[in-house]
């Protein structure tokens, strides 16, 4: 991701990418190559000399917190984008929100699938009220990235499949919902080292019920992707990656896909969505505004994971 990053932010105006900070020597002689006038450094610390505007923080997970609170409490930098998620516990999280109230600065979490057409598409029509009052919805987020290995301790370093997939569910859930309660989960492993493999569990808020399953061991989801089917008073409304659904009573269903909803970008490297998040964060940081999501909404988000992780602790 800190290459997908540095190359958008490369080419993106009013930007010159100043330095990259990383710890392998080969890594960094590779990108001396790829981005010739950024300063190549191995420490964080060594931020602070270079007088920047903003920093990508695109390391592991558990890294989050200590880099965060580096850049804060070193003043080297008050605009700061993180990729997801925020941290690696609520508590963490929620400390670093309470550098960032104190700092001041734009900060933003790299939920991507916010800037997907077909996920935008869906909360306009919600807002809409297309489907009515909504009384329900079920989720996703699935990969196949361990359904024929089953050695899912690989991907520890990823945080587990809630931080590294169903994150991203549970962030478009407050992002279409809001505040969500956790009433049962359910956390399952395929191995015995105890992984974190398959997670289920259910969630209410007033006059709403919901549901979400997630698992990167499920066959033929060669591309990891998040959806939903959304039920209301009206009908119902299902988006994933690639479309969006609309099924209104005695009606005929509409259905977009991505390449229906001008999903164009200037520069496409990864996914169009990447350079809509990076020019996002970008422009809000030139102009001291605040990004979405930023760090009070990704910790959420951490906060939800927690309670999952401690109703089904409690389940066991």
Known sequence: ??????C????????????????SGMTRRFLRKLFKNARMIDDAEKLS??????VYVT????????????????GIVQNIFVEKTLASSYEQAKEICMFARRFGGTNMVGYVRRFYVTFNKAKALLEADAIGEVRAFKTYGYSADFAESG???VGGSRGGVLMDLGCHAIDLALWFFGDLDVETAKINSVSDGGSEDFVHFEVKAKDLEGEFDVSWCKPNYRMPEVGFAISGSKGVLEVNDDFVQLKLRDAKPLRWYRH????NVDFWLGEPEYFREDQHFVNLS??????????ECAAKTDEIIAKVKSKAEENE
Request: aromatic residues 4%.
């Open 59 to 74: 390391t592991p997970i558990p890294s989050h917190f200590a880099i965060a609170k580096l850049l804060y409490s070193e």
């Open 260 to 263: 229906d909803l001008n999903d």
């Open 8 to 23: 958008i932010l490369n080419v993106l105006p009013n930007v010159k990418l100043a330095a990259v900070c990383e710890k």
């Open 1 to 6: 991701m800190g290459l997908v990053h540095s």
């Open 49 to 54: 000399s270079l007088d920047l505007d903003a």
């Open 151 to 153: 050695e899912t301790r």
């Open 286 to 295: 030139l102009n001291n505004g605040e990004a979405e999501p930023n760090f």
